[in-house]
C-alpha cells in the first residue's frame, strides 16, 4: 500500500511539473464611465467637516447666567425665532445665490486646472530642459577649477590647531576674576598669538 501511495504521488508531482497553464485570453477594459456626483450626497453634504466651525446652533451664541433667566416661553420662542429665521434667510440666499456662486467657483477651479495642466506644467518641463545644458556646464565647471581650489585649501588648513590659554586680565597667571581667552595658532612647529 505504501509504494502505491508514494507512486501515485510522484506521478501527481509529475503531471504537476509538465503541466503548463493555459495563457488567459485579454480582458478589454470598459471605457469609464463619467461620474459627476462620485462624492455628491444629499444626505451628508459636508464629508470632510470643512465648515464645521461654522455651525452655530443657539446655545453657542445665547447663554443666561444662574440668576438671570428670562421666562420660558420667552426663551422657547427667542430659540425659534433665531433657528427659524437663520433657515428661512439661509435658503433664500443658497436658493438665488449658491447656483451663480457654484457656477463661478467652477469657472475658477476650471481656470486654475486648465493654467497648471496646459500652462505651468509644461513651462516648468521646457525650464528644465533649456536650463539641463547649463546645470551640467556650471557643474563642469565647479569639478574642474573650484573642487581642486577647495581640495588645496582643505589640505592646508587641516594641519592647524587652534589652542586657548587662560590668562586672567593683568596678564599674569591664573586667577579667579576676569579670564581672558586668547588664541594661539599653532602650524607646522611654530606657536604665534593671534
Not at 497553464?21 to 478589454?28: G, S, V
Not at 464629508?47 to 446655545?59: A, F, L, R
Not at 592646508?156 to 590668562?167: A, E, G, Q
Request: glycine content about 4%.
Amino acid at each position: 500500500m505504501p509504494s502505491s501511495s508514494s507512486s501515485s504521488s510522484s506521478s501527481s508531482d509529475g503531471d504537476r511539473r509538465h503541466h503548463q497553464p493555459q495563457p488567459q485570453p485579454m480582458r478589454q477594459q470598459q471605457p469609464r464611465k463619467y461620474v459627476s456626483h462620485d462624492d455628491f450626497s444629499m444626505s451628508h453634504r459636508d464629508p470632510n467637516d470643512i465648515n464645521g466651525h461654522i455651525n452655530v446652533t443657539w446655545s453657542d451664541i445665547f447663554a443666561e447666567p444662574e440668576g438671570l433667566y428670562s421666562r420660558d416661553g420667552s426663551w422657547n420662542l427667542s430659540n425659534r425665532c433665531y433657528v427659524s429665521v437663520k433657515n428661512f434667510w439661509y435658503m433664500v440666499l443658497s436658493t438665488i445665490c449658491a447656483p451663480i456662486a457654484a457656477c463661478y467657483w467652477g469657472c475658477c477651479i476650471a481656470c486654475i486646472g486648465f493654467e497648471y495642466i496646459w500652462c505651468w506644467v509644461p513651462c516648468l518641463r521646457v525650464f528644465r530642459i533649456s536650463t539641463l545644458c547649463m546645470n551640467q556646464c556650471v557643474t563642469l565647471y565647479l569639478r574642474a577649477f573650484c573642487e581642486p581650489c577647495t581640495r588645496v585649501f582643505a589640505l592646508l588648513y587641516s594641519n592647524i590647531k587652534v589652542r586657548f590659554i587662560r590668562h586672567n586680565a593683568s596678564g599674569g597667571a591664573d586667577s579667579d576674576s576676569d579670564h581672558e581667552y586668547r588664541p594661539f595658532v599653532k602650524s607646522k612647529g611654530r606657536i604665534e598669538e593671534v
